[in-house]
């Protein structure tokens, strides 16, 4: 069964609106969450590490006031894309680390702004 | 420097066939892990196989086999009997123990594989 699971698979918003992102760990605690992006054909980009009671670390170049992310418990991690615009449309995808051997994702969501 | 290196865009494989996707990786690291998704079209990340830097034998998972080189920093994915449900895009990954970020991956760009049958 699934050990992350990723709400919604799919969000169609109108430019300026906000959406918002669940990942949640369901077999385990997880401390610390990641949130990747994927744009059309390219790789998973890390955008910010989401760590449970304390401020998200976010990679260079991603805006932190765009893309604000709560880790209020230690199964929920929450990205939300505030004010989207079309270029924020992309594929989005958490991930969950269980010691250094293992690293699980959720389903994703495939964000459109319209 | 590019961390994790495929060099493949895309592959062909009859069906039934045995492939080999190539990854290379760059790390000063002494004690890294190496991972394989496949990710279809649905865009999940499906977990294959990993590779611990102090593992001696080569990891296997069923039909799938990790080519680990550690001299040449190369952990090539290995999958035997191609299945038309193999078709995917498949990532190389790399942890490493000293990484920034906690320890997230480090995903290379990708090989697109296509099963014909």
């Known amino acids: 069964g699934a050990v992350v699971s990723q709400h919604p698979s799919r969000v169609i918003c109108k430019s300026g609106t906000s959406v918002k992102i669940e990942c949640r760990s369901l077999?385990?605690?997880?401390?610390?969450m990641f949130w990747y992006r994927q744009f059309p054909k390219q790789s998973l980009m890390l955008m910010a590490t989401s760590n449970e009671g304390s401020k998200a670390t976010y990679e260079q170049g991603v805006e932190k006031d765009k893309f604000l992310i709560n880790h209020a418990s230690l199964t929920l991690s929450t990205l939300t894309v505030t004010s989207a615009h079309p270029e924020d449309s992309s594929f989005y995808i958490c991930?969950?680390?269980?010691?250094?051997?293992?690293?699980?994702f959720g389903q994703g969501t495939r964000l459109t702004v319209v | 420097a590019q961390k994790i290196t495929q060099t493949q865009p895309g592959m062909f494989v009859q069906e039934k066939e045995a492939v080999t996707l190539d990854c290379t990786y760059d790390?000063?690291?002494?004690?890294?892990?190496l991972f394989w998704y496949k990710q279809p079209s649905s865009g999940e990340m499906i977990f294959l196989i990993y590779q611990g830097s102090y593992d001696e034998q080569n990891a296997t998972e069923g039909r799938y086999s990790l080519n680990f080189q550690k001299a040449r920093k190369s952990a090539n994915l290995v999958i035997s009997a191609s299945q038309l449900g193999d078709s995917a895009m498949y990532f190389c990954a790399m942890r490493e123990a000293s990484g920034g970020s906690q320890g997230n991956l480090i995903f290379g760009k990708g090989t697109k594989l296509s099963v014909k049958p």
């Open positions: 991930s969950v680390r269980r010691g250094f051997t293992e690293a699980f």
């Open positions: 077999d385990f605690q997880a401390t610390t």
């Open positions: 790390t000063s690291d002494q004690s890294y892990g």
